[in-house]
């Protein structure tokens, strides 16, 4: 059955990095791609970042281009992403998603939700001096 946890979260000063990882079990993540999702406190899940099965990223939401890198490690069935300048909006839950196409798809600017099959139980990322 297949897995995902995510780990990283935490309190962090505006200005801070996070590095969060999405640990997946029960099946091989080089088939598939991975995508991150926040949902902030009365908020819909809205996607962060994506990157496909042929590991070319190909998605950033708007508020952490520049600032955010989406990575993956096939070997160790993990993904990572890595926020830098954190700011006090980016405090939300944090989710990694596993789509099983493995492809990054985007519609009005904005990942596909429902093309995630698989979920993690989500990280709190909160920032705050």
């Known amino acids: 059955q297949a897995q995902l946890v995510e780990s990283g979260g935490g309190l962090v000063q505006p200005g801070g990095s996070l590095r969060l990882s999405c640990a997946v079990s029960?099946?091989?993540?080089?088939?598939?791609?991975i995508a991150w999702f926040r949902q902030a406190p009365g908020n819909e899940r809205k996607g962060v970042s994506c990157?496909?099965?042929?590991?070319?990223?190909?998605y950033y939401t708007d508020s952490v281009k520049g600032r955010s890198t989406i990575s993956r490690d096939n070997g160790k069935n993990t993904g990572y992403l890595q926020i830098d300048s954190l700011k006090p909006e980016d405090t939300a839950v944090y989710y990694c998603?596993?789509?099983?196409?493995?492809?990054?798809?985007?519609?009005?600017?904005?990942?596909?939700?429902?093309?995630?099959?698989?979920w993690g139980q989500g990280t709190q990322v909160t920032v705050s001096s």
């Open positions: 998603a596993i789509e099983l196409l493995g492809a990054c798809t985007v519609q009005s600017g904005d990942l596909i939700i429902t093309q995630y099959r698989y």
């Open positions: 029960g099946f091989s993540l080089d088939r598939y791609a």
């Open positions: 990157i496909s099965k042929t590991n070319v990223v190909t």
